[in-house]
């Protein structure tokens, strides 16, 4: 399973590339105009998250301001990109130190190969995957300070992650197999804020998943242009609850 960031909303959740954060413009000129993600919502628990999102020319997040309102904080992260690598640095309001930095390595498909994470008290946490030619992922291990905490297999089905062990017991996922992979997806869009990639290669969206120790389902919604503005979580056991993720666009 993917692993817990410390910046994840307060509710529980478990790509070949990164997919484009605009519609398709086409060529019909009464078609809508292209719309851009510019922030996203994201509420569970008591919680509300808010992630106001910038890019740069080759429409890549660069920056997040991101607020909380159950804990009043607020933190900045701050994204580059080099050669097959993506660093994030976190600096929470008022600090001179970010609170972690994440370096993001990819291989030669631009499939993500490993993750660093580091903070500012010296702890060091590291997931590395392993793929198949397919840049499908067969393996991940997760490590804090030099110690194995987890390994976890994958199965595909239909270019989907179907089913796995991460070491505590079996893990299943299911699709809307009518509908395409997307950042949208509500497990996919958490690795993207978090990382600025998704790091899951899945070919359509997620739809649930039953592990020994959640229940969970996602549903969609669109508007008139076709935008997914909602993807609700709906969460059975342990106990019932209901998160979200609202995404507003700049369709001017």
Known sequence: MQPKHRF??????????????????SSDSSAPKPCKLVSVT????????????????KSRPVTLQVSENLTNSSYTATRTYGDK?????????????????????????GHVASISITGSNGDHSLLTYTRDIHGEITQSTSLFNGTTLNTTTYTYTNSDITSGNDGSGIFTYTYYLDKAASIYDFVAMQQWLTYGIVIMNNRHLCQSIETSHISQTYTYTKN??????????????????????HYTYDCN
């Open 42 to 57: 994201a509420s569970g628990g008591g919680a509300t998250t808010v992630y106001n999102i910038t890019f740069d020319d």
């Open 8 to 25: 994840s909303v307060l509710f529980v959740v478990c790509l070949t590339s990164l997919l484009s954060l605009q519609c398709h413009k």
């Open 224 to 245: 008139d242009k076709g935008n997914i503005t909602d993807a609700i979580v709906t969460t059975t056991a342990p106990s019932a609850s209901t998160g979200s993720y």
């Open 85 to 109: 690598l993506i660093v994030t640095s976190n600096l929470f309001k008022g600090s001179t130190v970010p609170t972690t930095v994440d370096s993001v390595f990819l291989d030669a498909e």
